[in-house]
């Protein structure tokens, strides 16, 4: 069974950065999508990026690609969000999925079946 689990969240002054991980458990992250999800306190899960792992190919929400960025450590099985200029309005639980998504709909939780515990980012003003 494969278990994301991420791990880097915290909390940051508005206009910095942080770079969450998600390590695969179980099994490897090889032929899956993998992606990162964020929820805010009363808002729907909201979708950041996702990384197709076998051709490299990556996906990012609106108004994502200009701060975000999705990278991955093959050796490690890991994937990276670095996020740059960080927002109040970033503040959420970030989760990381992987699943096997057709290409039309890579971002929509529906098709990713196993996802993380999630972490916790919050951006101060």
């Known amino acids: 069974q494969l278990q994301p689990v991420e791990s880097g969240g915290g909390t940051v002054q508005a206009g910095g950065s942080l770079k969450l991980s998600c390590a695969a458990s179980?099994?490897?992250?090889?032929?899956?999508?993998v992606g990162w999800f964020r929820q805010a306190p009363g808002k729907e899960r909201q979708f950041v990026g996702s990384i197709n792992w076998s051709v490299g190919l990556t996906y990012y929400g609106d108004s994502m690609k200009d701060r975000f960025t999705i990278s991955t450590d093959n050796a490690k099985n890991t994937m990276y969000l670095q996020m740059n200029n960080l927002k109040p309005e970033d503040t959420a639980v970030y989760y990381c999925?992987?699943?096997?998504?057709?290409?039309?709909?890579?971002?929509?939780?529906?098709?990713?079946?196993?996802w993380g515990q999630g972490t916790q980012v919050t951006v101060s003003s």
């Open positions: 179980g099994r490897t992250f090889s032929h899956y999508v």
């Open positions: 999925a992987a699943g096997r998504p057709p290409y039309s709909s890579v971002r929509s939780a529906t098709y990713y079946d196993y």
